[in-house]
């Protein structure tokens, strides 16, 4: 088997690693202290009192970070037991999980604070922002399910039409270009869709599109899973795309894999799930389409009852480890999350954090086969589907040379601007397949 390359890490400056460590990770923390101070203002004065503990020792963490102490293993979570590695210089991976981990360990330890969400005032906020495109995909999606007939389940191409679309709205969940989803018809949307696909080739920079229709379509029905991202708009967005698999009989069963903590800021926590229908009802939110909305979340609460829609969280993903493990005898979930994922028949790993987990953010060349950076998942027998806009170092996949193709472009584009990477930028994605 090939050798594997070093992780990135917090000591490369080259990296997006050492942005984080000096930069996002104690403004992330701060943000948290804040939002907490902020929620105990209205709690009882014991509960106030714990909140301010809390805060206390987020407080030191922050200093920890900044003072390279070590990140000594957490006697809580037997995932995070590597030793002797210090805050500027550790894998950036681990200790971008461990930071997570331990803050959420501060909580866990509270008699008032252990369900708190640290992260949802951040979470909510963001979505009530985007109550824009939130109506005008409602809208959309109501048009393409009253065009679901029997007739259209069996016209392959109007159907690959609307699969692309769903996918793409998917995969651009936390940026996307709502431009395309006015209100159109079937064969507009099919011109318009060239469009689209113009925009693919420039910004998607592995695309294994043509494969995953065709699998899709060679078998229908069955379970199609979704190891989920952010929540708020791309929540929805999957949502969204879950509901068109199931009303078209592309599938009969959507399982999503939520994070079983609050993690990088605004991951899908099972709570989030129920939250997001609540606040598509507050018309004070989402003023638009009210209709739209409303036949959304009926829909969505009616499929969820069936059994059709399930969540079902796993520690698995808050671990800080690569999905190499998700095989027989994978350690600390992996083996149950293989035995799970293994009965569905395509999974969809969503967002910039999963691909890293997916690649080992490790450094491998970016022309490296997708196939040889995922390991023994590859032999696994899950059947990966990765949607996500690029926003870390790790990529994988690219023709020769396009690497520094992008490179010199970016460089050209944004002058003055050394040490920036055009894979930081969340301007380009990746769809990329093992089948
Ligand atoms: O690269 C920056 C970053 O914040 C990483 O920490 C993390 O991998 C990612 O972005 C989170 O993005 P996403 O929500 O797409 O996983
Ligand atoms: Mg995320």
């Known amino acids: ?9 917090n000591d490369d400056t080259s990296s997006f690693a050492h942005t984080s460590v000096t930069q996002r990770w104690p403004a992330i923390l701060e ?35 900044a003072a390279n102490h070590e990140l000594v293993p957490l006697a809580e979570d037997a995932s995070f037991t590597e030793e002797n590695l210090r805050w500027q210089s550790a894998p950036w991976l681990y200790s971008e999980c461990y930071l997570y981990r331990k803050t959420q360990l501060f909580f866990d330890r509270s008699k008032f604070w252990k369900n708190y969400d640290m992260f949802r005032h951040s979470k909510e906020q963001t979505f009530f922002k985007s109550s824009e495109a939130v109506a005008t995909l409602a809208d959309r999606y109501v048009q393409v399910a009253s065009q679901v007939t029997a007739q259209l389940k069996s016209d392959q191409l109007a159907l690959k039409v609307l699969f692309h679309e769903l996918l793409n709205t998917s995969l ?15 064969e507009e949307l099919k ?5 689209a696909e113009d925009r693919d080739k420039e910004s998607v920079l592995s695309q294994d599109f043509e494969g995953i229709w065709k699998h899709m379509w060679g078998e229908k029905g069955g379970r199609v899973d979704f190891v989920l991202d952010n929540a708020g708009f791309e929540l929805y967005t999957d949502l969204i795309f ?40 507050e018309t004070s939110h989402f003023p638009k389409n009210p209709d739209a909305l409303h036949s959304i979340v009926k829909r969505l609460e009616q499929v969820q009852n069936e059994g059709q829609l399930i969540l079902r969280p796993n520690k698995f993903w808050t671990t800080p480890l690569p999905f190499w493990e998700i095989r027989e005898g994978g350690i600390h ?17 969503k967002g910039d954090l999963n691909y890293r987990k997916l690649t080992g953010d490790v450094a491998w060349p970016r022309d490296t ?39 010199r472009v970016w460089a050209e584009e944004h002058p003055g601007k050394p040490g920036i990477s055009w894979a930081w930028s969340g301007n380009y994605a990746v769809v990329q397949a093992h089948l």
């Open 191 to 195: 011109r318009l869709q060239v469009a």
């Open 1 to 9: 088997m090939t050798s594997v390359p070093q992780p990135y890490t």
């Open 242 to 281: 879950a509901l068109f698999l199931l009303d078209t009989g592309l599938a009969e069963q959507v399982v999503f894999h939520p994070k079983s903590q609050p993690w990088f800021v605004s991951d899908v926590i099972p709570a989030d799930w129920a939250h997001l229908l609540d606040m598509l009802s």
């Open 172 to 186: 651009w969940g936390n940026a996307t270009d709502l431009s395309l989803l006015v209100t159109v018809n079937l």
């Open 369 to 407: 086969p997708f196939k040889m950076a995922i390991r023994e998942l590859a032999g696994s027998g899950v059947k990966i589907v990765s949607l996500r806009t690029i926003k870390a170092d790790v990529c994988v996949g690219l023709p020769p040379g396009k690497d520094k193709e992008l490179e």
């Open 31 to 65: 943000g948290v202290t804040r939002d907490l101070i902020e929620a105990s203002e209205s709690a009882s004065g014991e509960a106030r009192d714990e909140a301010v503990t809390i805060a206390s020792d987020v407080g030191s963490f922050i200093s920890d970070i």
């Open 333 to 349: 979930g992996g083996d149950s999350v293989w035995r799970d994922l293994r009965g569905s028949k395509l999974v969809f790993f």
